[in-house]
């Protein structure tokens, strides 16, 4: 279907954000996340241009200009190298589509590359020290729903390795099961494990929630409504300040931690694979990449083969 050169970016990224919501049924989260890179991109080509941007200007578009928009990012913004990548994947997957369904021909984003930055897997804390964390955060059976939610949803996260967002989507009728059908990135649907200690905590935090139907939201604020990542991420904030924790205590951590205690007690990375909703097999290898290491040198320090050298 051809468009006129004259349409304008902010028309053409609307139509985007409702293509990938509504035909590729990306995340909420996901979509937000393309708006504001977007946005972003269209405020500075706006003040670059001295106009509201056309079809016809993207089409036009050089790499310099592009790099300028990196190089703001990076310096007046404090951008991490990181979010700038995900920044330029947003792009190009918007040019692509544009390609699609508007005609855009080749354009100056193919000829931008990545930044490079350190492949370091994130931060997870030892066996152990999980174990004396949720015993600290262990409530008491009188205390009020935040606490015992607070409390759940760390439980969650650490026994079951989910994302913080597939979490906060369960509905309360999730505690009444022994597994749970979460739907991850790509809408992919998969089956994990509730381990009888986090499915006790979550029942407990139901008992004194603001709404405790079937349909309600597992993880709730005070008026029933469910819980942001937002929220979620102050809570443990706040408990890392408490507890004097260090900075890298994160939901996302407590995910990674689930991955490494099981790959140290010999659960197989397939499995593992399986149990984070990865789609590749790399993904989770990298993922564990520290963990790789120490079980490689474990394995060369303890095999009989190795302990019989002469």
Do not use: C
């Not at 897997?121 to 999980?130: I, V």
């Not at 900075?247 to 490494?260: D, M, N, V, Y």
């Not at 909703?277 to 320090?301: I, M, V």
């Amino acid at each position: 279907m051809l468009q006129s050169q004259d349409m304008k970016l902010t028309t053409l990224t609307t139509q985007f954000l409702e293509h990938i919501a509504v035909q590729r049924r990306l995340s909420d989260h996901t979509v937000a996340a393309y708006k504001r890179d977007l946005s972003q991109f269209t405020t500075f080509l706006t003040e670059h241009l001295g106009h509201t941007p056309s079809l016809a200007d993207l089409q036009q578009l050089e790499a310099q200009t592009i790099e300028a928009f990196m190089a703001r990012r990076l310096s007046r913004e404090a951008s991490s190298k990181t979010t700038l990548n995900r920044q330029l994947s947003s792009l190009r997957s918007f040019f692509k589509w544009a390609g699609t369904h508007h005609q855009l021909g080749q354009t100056a984003i193919g000829l931008i590359k990545n930044l490079r930055t350190p492949d370091t897997p994130p931060k997870a804390l030892k066996g152990q020290e999980m174990i004396d964390l949720l015993t600290k955060l262990t409530p008491p059976a009188d205390t009020d729903y935040a606490d015992q939610r607070n409390y759940a949803l760390l439980m969650l996260l650490y026994g079951a390795g989910l994302r913080i967002s597939e979490a906060l989507g369960l509905p309360a009728s999730a505690a009444n099961h022994n597994t749970l059908r979460v739907r991850g990135k790509g809408q992919r649907d998969r089956i994990v494990p509730l381990l009888p200690p986090v499915q006790a905590a979550l029942q407990i935090s139901l008992k004194t929630a603001p709404l405790s139907a079937g349909n309600a939201p597992l993880f709730q604020n005070n008026r029933g409504d469910a819980l942001s990542a937002r929220q979620a991420q102050k809570i443990l904030q706040q408990n890392r300040r408490e507890l004097g924790l260090p900075e890298h205590l994160t939901p996302h951590a407590l995910r990674h931690s689930f991955a490494s205690h099981l790959l140290a007690d010999g659960v197989a990375v397939r499995e593992i694979q399986e149990l984070l909703g990865h789609a590749d097999l790399s993904t989770t290898q990298r993922y564990l990449d520290t963990d790789f290491q120490q079980l490689l040198n474990t394995h060369g320090s303890s095999h009989p083969l190795n302990k019989n050298k002469s």
